[in-house]
């Protein structure tokens, strides 16, 4: 059957720029009325066509557009082609498997895939799943990787922050080649990756995200270039993604600050395993200390004009554009609290992986926190999400990594 789904006027704009989402203000009618998900053909109120799109409406998105060609053969195989291509783009990230084996596949929408994150991690795959077109699609995804990596696991999981708008459950899946298998979770062994030549034990199905926060990757070389000899404070370090790296790069000292106990307990187990497998000094454990807490408060404790280096990489305080007022005050609190901290001419590098503050919001946020701490404050440089986290021009939305390194002078 051929759908045709005809959009109103003048929300046709962004589509024809392929944004890829239709939300179900902006549908005038669809024929023949359906109730099952399906491809559908869009169309301007005009009759131009726009894009071939995924049509759920049990979905928060009722509409994904997904091919603007409208030669396009959509199906099974068209979704086979997507997932080969974006594997495809990060051919060279397999060829740098002695020194990083981790690295995202498919990054939703910026890679075509709607509601797939899928990492791949040394010989295995975590697929995450936020939207029903990937609830329905995962066999089809699933059986793609298996045909072109042959992974030696593949586990799925839902974003918790989609898996009740979406209608999805929770249930954690595991595939071996494309068939589901039941694992019990406590039989998942954890993986053991490398990330530019510093080892990371992976936990097997817990933890956060898909297990460790890749899209950090490159910044965490640029922080090991400012470590030499320098006292740091790497707040919300999680499993230490950072900490590990300015350990390498001559840290004097690491401070590790984070909410969760077991992060810390694991980020000193990743000293010991880096010790150990020589890619980081012996005594670099002597170095390091850990603090579990809220860093809100925990950071207030710490000393004046103490620290030359500060990484703050908080979670996602901005959840919604809803809550971005009271987020834009947190993030002012904290990297204003940091630039107290620091000593003169100490360097903050700060993030903010909230999709709903724009980078130059994040500016604004900076600004006021130097003008509250009474610092000048230098921008050294811009950062953002690792290249295996792509951006995509027509989808604003996949930029949600921002973050700078700054100089601050008393
Ligand atoms: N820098 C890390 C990733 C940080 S993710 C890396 O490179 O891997 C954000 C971290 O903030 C998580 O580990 C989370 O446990 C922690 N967190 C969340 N809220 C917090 C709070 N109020 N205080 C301290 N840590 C917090």
């Known amino acids: 059957m051929n759908y045709k789904i005809t959009i109103k006027e003048g929300k046709e704009k962004q589509l024809l720029r392929h944004h890829p989402w239709v939300f179900s203000g902006a549908i005038k009618s669809i024929e023949p009325k359906f109730d099952i998900a399906s491809w559908a053909d869009v169309y301007t109120e005009k009759g131009v066509f726009i894009a071939k799109g995924w049509y759920d409406e049990k979905s928060h998105i009722v509409l994904h557009l997904l091919s603007w060609n409208e030669k396009e053969n959509v199906g099974l195989s068209f979704v086979k082609k997507l997932v080969r291509d974006a594997i495809m783009r990060r051919k060279d990230f397999f060829t740098r498997s002695a020194t990083t084996n981790a690295f995202r596949l498919i990054h939703g929408e910026a890679d075509f895939l709607p509601g797939f994150a899928v990492d791949a991690y040394a010989s295995t795959i975590r697929i995450i ?75 097997g199905t817990k933890g956060q ?19 030499k000899g320098r006292k740091c404070l790497d707040i919300c370090s999680y499993t230490g993604g950072f900490t590990l790296h300015l350990l390498k790069g001559g840290a004097e000292s690491v401070k590790a600050i984070d909410s969760s106990e077991s992060a810390l307990r694991h ?46 990489d908080p979670p996602k305080l901005a959840k919604t554009k809803g809550n971005l007022e ?40 900076l600004s006021w926190s ?3 701490a009474n610092v000048e404050c230098q921008i050294l440089r811009t950062l953002g999400q690792a290249q295996d986290h792509p951006i995509r021009l027509s989808f604003p939305e996949s930029e949600y990594l921002k973050g700078y390194v700054l100089r601050i002078s008393k």
């Open 370 to 372: 130097a003008k509250d």
């Open 209 to 227: 995200k898909s297990g460790f926060y890749l899209d950090q990757r490159e910044n965490r070389i640029i922080a090991e270039e400012y470590a």
């Open 129 to 203: 799943l936020s939207s029903r077109f990937a609830m329905a699609f995962l066999q089809t995804v699933v059986e793609e990787i298996d045909n072109l990596l042959h992974p030696s696991l593949i586990v799925v999981s839902t974003d918790p922050q989609y898996a009740s708008v979406e209608g999805m459950s929770e249930r954690v899946r595991y595939f071996i080649g494309d068939e589901e298998k039941k694992i019990a979770e406590d039989k998942i062994e954890p993986v053991t990756i490398l990330e530019n030549g510093i080892y990371y034990e992976i936990p």
């Open 267 to 312: 980020l000193l187990y990743q000293v010991h395993l880096n010790e150990e497998k020589g890619t980081i000094d012996k005594d670099s454990r002597s170095k390091v200390e850990i603090l579990s807490g809220d860093c809100f408060e925990l950071i207030r404790n710490e000393e004046k004009n103490k620290y030359d280096l500060i990484v703050l």
């Open 326 to 365: 009271n987020a834009m005050k947190a993030y002012k609190d904290l990297n204003r609290i940091a630039m107290e901290k620091i000593k003169d001419g100490g360097i903050i590098i700060t993030f903010s992986c909230s999709g709903a503050l724009s980078r130059e919001d994040f500016r604004t946020v």
